[in-house]
Each structure stands twice: as C-alpha cells, then as structure tokens.
C-alpha cells in the first residue's frame, strides 16, 4: 500500500467519535447532511429518502436505482457507513455516469463498484459496462461484513490504485492494470430484481491532491 494511502487508513480506524472529528478537521468534507439530500441526484424510479438521519435506498418497482454526488471526483479516500436490512445486491460507484435508462431495467451506468451485500463479496471490486469482476475479496474478507448491523467501509482511489476496508478488514488492494474510468459520480445503488433495503450515514470523502 501506498504510505499516503497508510496515513490516511490510519485517521479511517480511529473509533467513531474521534473519527467524526477527524472528519471536521483533517481535510474530510461531508457529503451527507443527515438531514435531506442535498448534493445528490435520484436515477431511476426506485425510493431514496432521508430516514434517521440515515439515507434510506428502497426497491419498490425492481428496477436499479442510483443516488448519485452533483459533483464528480477523481482520486479520494471516501468513509461511510451501511446497513444491510434485507438480503440483495448494492454497492458504491466511484469515477462512474449515468449513461442512458431502459425500459426494462432503469438507469445504465458505468464506472468501478464497490459491491455491498450480506451474502457475498462485499468490498469487491466491478466493473459495470466493463470487465465486470476485477478483483474479489480475500478469504478474511468475506467474512468481515455484519449482515443486518451497520457496517464501516472505507475506500481509496488514487490513481490505477485501489483500496476497500470493512470493519477494518483490508479486502482489496489492487492496480488497475488497464484503467478506463479516472473520474466521474460517486453512486449508491438499488439492484434491479427488487426487494432491497439498505442505509447508508456518515458519509465523508477527502479529495487527494495531485
């Protein structure tokens, strides 16, 4: 790993309360206010609210659905936190766009993945409108998720490289040997085939200079 991404993972594992000081403090910007989704966008028909202070994704047509940044970023070290309440497929878009909507199955997009979901790979890398699975998570890694509590993930895109944590579980550390996404939205995602609930707080990102 490399050591701006060491530094950085070590201001990630601090508790929570000094780690939401952390976050006011060390270059951490929110990118949820907890209160209404301000600096996001709705793709899709599927249900995104404010719940608790928590975003609540829902799938109510079966559809995907995305909640996307109003801003794009490039490379970053992104922290927050989810909660599984049903089995089902999401997960967090980094450097990605909305490429156009089906009939059939709701919005396109394409970018990396960083897969949530309590059954499997969560921390994983995929590339959608791509390679699909680049990189899968160890074997430590697959059983660090916490299926129907709030979980910790951090990820760090610099350059061709990657990291995920969860629940201070190292799952991916990866270059892309063939990189085709720099920059683009950060997404939470609704899978299509319905039945997902899922919440996600706490979210900060600190943007790394070049």
């Given at each position: 790993m490399?050591?701006?991404l060491v530094i950085l993972f070590g201001f990630l594992l601090l508790p929570a309360p000094c780690l939401a000081r952390a976050s006011g403090e060390q270059g951490w910007t929110p990118l949820f206010n907890g209160k209404d989704l301000s600096g996001w966008v709705?793709?899709?028909?599927?249900?995104?609210?404010?719940?608790d202070g928590a975003i609540?994704?829902?799938?109510?047509v079966g559809k995907y659905g995305y909640l996307?940044?109003?801003k794009t970023y490039s490379d970053f070290v992104l922290r927050l936190r989810f909660k599984c309440d049903t089995d089902g497929n999401s997960g967090v878009f980094l450097r990605s766009r909305i490429t156009g909507?089906?009939?059939?199955t709701g919005p396109d997009i394409e970018g990396m993945q960083v897969e949530i979901d309590?059954?499997?790979?969560?921390?994983?890398?995929?590339?959608?409108?791509?390679?699909g699975w680049v990189q899968l998570p160890t074997a430590d890694g697959e059983r660090a998720i916490k299926s129907r509590d709030w979980n910790e993930l951090e990820i760090a895109a610099?350059?061709?490289?990657?990291?995920?944590?969860?629940?201070?579980?190292?799952?991916v550390?990866?270059?892309?040997?063939?990189?085709?996404?720099?920059?683009?939205?950060?997404?939470?995602?609704?899978?299509?085939?319905?039945g997902v609930k899922i919440r996600f707080k706490d979210i900060y990102i600190m943007e790394l200079s070049k």
């Amino acid at each position: 790993m490399r050591p701006l991404l060491v530094i950085l993972f070590g201001f990630l594992l601090l508790p929570a309360p000094c780690l939401a000081r952390a976050s006011g403090e060390q270059g951490w910007t929110p990118l949820f206010n907890g209160k209404d989704l301000s600096g996001w966008v709705k793709n899709g028909a599927e249900k995104w609210v404010v719940d608790d202070g928590a975003i609540l994704g829902e799938s109510t047509v079966g559809k995907y659905g995305y909640l996307t940044t109003e801003k794009t970023y490039s490379d970053f070290v992104l922290r927050l936190r989810f909660k599984c309440d049903t089995d089902g497929n999401s997960g967090v878009f980094l450097r990605s766009r909305i490429t156009g909507e089906s009939p059939a199955t709701g919005p396109d997009i394409e970018g990396m993945q960083v897969e949530i979901d309590p059954t499997r790979h969560t921390g994983g890398l995929y590339e959608s409108g791509g390679r699909g699975w680049v990189q899968l998570p160890t074997a430590d890694g697959e059983r660090a998720i916490k299926s129907r509590d709030w979980n910790e993930l951090e990820i760090a895109a610099e350059g061709r490289h990657y990291v995920t944590r969860l629940n201070s579980v190292q799952i991916v550390d990866w270059d892309d040997p063939a990189p085709r996404f720099t920059s683009g939205v950060i997404g939470l995602q609704l899978h299509t085939g319905g039945g997902v609930k899922i919440r996600f707080k706490d979210i900060y990102i600190m943007e790394l200079s070049k």
